[in-house]
């Protein structure tokens, strides 16, 4: 709890919404969804199983981001929303390229996209007596520049740090959908313990493409149900029936408090708690009773020096997934169990309007929460018609909702039991 208060001083998001964080907060609190038919790329049309998705329109995209350097290099589509959005996170701080040198750049990011034909130049034409991997580097000029093959994991975060200058901590992130917020918390701590004054931190993913959404069906996590249309996300509904895939990134940046002012920013919350927690049960489930993310959650309060009961508003995870909603239900209602605060909360599910990002999902999922606490509004989970009847808590259903948010918590939980929570609050002046 000691060492250097840290605030948020700029954001930038690329979501279905749009390419700017105040098209996404508008379009939340308005209760629009960018949830819309899709098929893949080369599938005959109503033939693949998922229907449904959140893609970015790249119709919207405003004219001054056109020329961006990102639309202008063999990238993947997670790598250059990532960039746009870190582009727009450094835009919005106001922050110049030499006070970057020393700072922290922080980036989860997914699985680099497959391109079929790539798969089909390895496997097709080979000589027996000709080892693979020769193979394919004699003619690797007809391998995708931007596919798997081509692009590293941490290519994202690299590029960023190249376009920034940047000479300090340069850290890749790989931990399903918890990753963006691991990277913000893992920046906040560095900032507070002293190690960088400033640090970029958030994640691009894209997982709109055959062979992810094939695993993510074969999985059991991507819904196929046709009968809801695009109001298919439903998070803590007695109809859900899976997550609903996005893409698009999200990048904050966190400033040391002081130098913040000293520079005039006017930061849009303050940064308060971090809680990660493993809980191993299933690579695919959370514990059905939600222990790791009571341990998160509890952790991110202890960070924070606050106590359950001063929590007013929870960004939940809700993934719109049957195991998910009700394991994180039970979890809050653990954590928040003196006097029945769990009653007393606002829990919103921002998927329900702009889908399941994955890696990325954290962080415009944090920017939501931080400026809940700037404006005191809160906005809504669609499409909560009936709530499962182990999902009784207030989920600020259908409309957005003005009440006073003094402390939140946003929630991430990723396959493999990986839990995350970070605490934001309110920015007040010392003493205020």
């Not at 496997?123 to 193979?135: F, L, M, N």
């Not at 999902?361 to 669609?382: F, R």
Request: hydrophobic share 40%.
């Amino acid at each position: 709890m000691s060492g250097n208060r840290v605030v948020i001083t700029g954001m930038g998001a690329v979501t279905g919404f749009g390419f700017e964080w105040q098209q996404m907060w508008h379009a939340l609190l308005q209760g629009q969804h960018c949830i819309r038919p899709w098929q893949p790329e080369g599938v005959e049309a109503g033939t693949f199983p998922v229907r449904f998705a959140a893609p970015v329109d790249l119709a919207t995209m405003p004219a001054y981001l056109r020329e961006h350097p990102a639309w202008q290099r063999p990238l993947e589509r997670r790598s250059r929303y990532g960039w746009v959005a870190a582009s727009q996170a450094l835009d919005d701080s106001g922050l110049s390229r030499e006070q970057w040198r020393d700072a922290a750049v922080l980036c989860a990011s997914g699985a680099p996209q497959h391109m079929l034909g790539d798969m089909l130049l390895c496997a097709a034409g080979q000589p027996d007596e000709a080892p693979a991997w020769r193979y394919l580097m004699d003619r690797q000029a007809q391998v995708n520049a931007c596919g798997s093959l081509r692009q590293s994991n941490d290519r994202l975060v690299r590029v960023i740090a190249d376009q920034l200058g940047c000479e300090g901590p340069v850290i890749n992130i790989s931990s399903a959908c918890a990753g963006a917020s691991q990277a913000v918390g893992n920046a906040f701590q560095m900032i507070r313990r002293g190690e960088v004054d400033l640090a970029l931190a958030g994640g691009a993913d894209s997982v709109l493409s055959l062979d992810t959404l094939t695993a993510l069906y074969l999985l059991g996590a991507a819904s196929s149900e046709q009968r809801w249309g695009q109001q298919l996300c439903r998070p803590f509904e007695r109809h859900r029936s899976g997550l609903v895939a996005g893409e698009g990134g999200g990048f904050l940046v966190l400033e040391r408090l002081d130098r913040a002012l000293a520079r005039g920013a006017l930061p849009y919350a303050e940064v308060l708690g971090y809680g990660s927690s493993l809980d191993g049960y299933k690579v695919t489930a959370p514990d059905p009773q939600g222990q790791g993310a009571v341990l998160a959650m509890q952790a991110a309060l202890d960070d924070a020096g606050v106590v359950p009961g001063q929590i007013d508003l929870i960004n939940a995870h809700g993934t719109s997934t049957p195991l998910n909603d009700v394991a994180e239900t039970l979890a809050i209602k653990q954590v928040f169990a003196d006097g029945e605060h769990y009653r007393r909360l606002a829990i919103t599910a921002n998927k329900s309007q702009f889908g399941h990002l994955i890696a990325a999902a954290g962080a415009p999922e944090l920017m939501a929460t931080a400026l809940s606490c700037l404006h005191d509004q809160i906005p809504p989970t669609l499409n909560l018609d009936v709530p499962d009847g182990q999902c009784d808590l207030d989920y600020t259903a259908h409309q957005a909702v003005s009440r006073p948010v003094q402390l939140a918590l946003s929630n991430s939980f990723g396959f493999g039991g990986l839990n995350t929570a970070l605490v934001l609050g309110k920015y007040r002046e010392q003493g205020a």
